[in-house]
């Protein structure tokens, strides 16, 4: 079972430009939520995506979008990236009815 | 929306001893709570869980206990070993509709040989 998965794994992108981030959920799992892990926090909430429709948004500006797929792969995309948009993203996934929540490793994005 | 606090944000133990975290919750409705340990560099991975029915659980060395009425639930880690150091993270779920984990900010666990 490969669990869930991200990629890029590392990213290094300009202020102002797009970034797209990539996440396949765990077999079986048809719900995926991002999050944003700066150093030193917890993750914050951004977003969930269940039958290919946002379900849920934390306090991110619109800036932050996303997407999922018929097969429940998701991607995330940042539009005029900032400074503080630097950070560890997560994409977590899980099987709509239970609770657990298993996370893939993460894309860590460094905006200069 | 839901606030979650976790203390303390590190936390040594000597090997063997026992490490205990805590969290306290915001919103009443609440109803579960799990706990994931990441490693330096490495997924959040969940250790135990619990629901807001149950107020204890227990798998091996680890336990979580649930105070519904203080809103407060804490992982205790019982003879800690080296693998156990880590940076671990609560988080609560709000009611049925409430589909995100807040989460805490994270306790750094570091256990001495």
């Known amino acids: 079972d490969a669990g869930v998965t991200q990629s890029p794994t590392h990213l290094i992108k300009t202020r102002g430009q797009q970034v797209t981030l990539r996440c396949s959920p765990k077999s079986g799992h048809d719900t995926v939520s991002w999050y944003q892990q700066a150093l030193g926090q917890g993750p914050q909430f951004i977003f969930q995506y269940y039958e290919e429709e946002e379900r849920q948004r934390g306090n991110f500006p619109d800036r932050f979008s996303g997407h999922q797929f018929p097969n429940y792969s998701s991607e995330l995309n940042v539009n005029a990236l900032l400074l503080g948009d630097s950070a560890l993203y997560l994409c977590?996934?899980?099987?709509?009815?239970?609770?657990?929540?298993?996370f893939g490793s993460g894309t860590r994005l460094t905006v200069v | 929306g839901e606030n979650v606090e976790q203390h303390p944000s590190t936390l040594s133990v000597q090997e063997g001893d026992s490490a205990v975290i805590k969290c306290t919750y915001s919103?009443?409705?609440?109803?579960?709570f799990p706990w994931y340990k990441q490693e330096l560099g490495k997924r959040p991975q969940l250790i135990i869980d619990i629901r807001s029915n149950v107020g204890e659980k227990k798998d091996q060395r680890i336990a979580v206990t649930l105070n519904k009425t203080a809103k407060h639930f804490s992982l205790h880690i019982t003879e800690t070993q080296p693998e156990d150091s880590a940076v671990y993270f609560c988080a609560a779920r709000g009611f049925s509709n409430d589909y995100k984990l807040s989460f805490g900010a994270g306790t750094t666990v570091t256990v001495r040989a």
């Open positions: 919103d009443s409705a609440s109803n579960y």
């Open positions: 977590a996934s899980r099987q709509t009815g239970s609770l657990g929540y298993t």
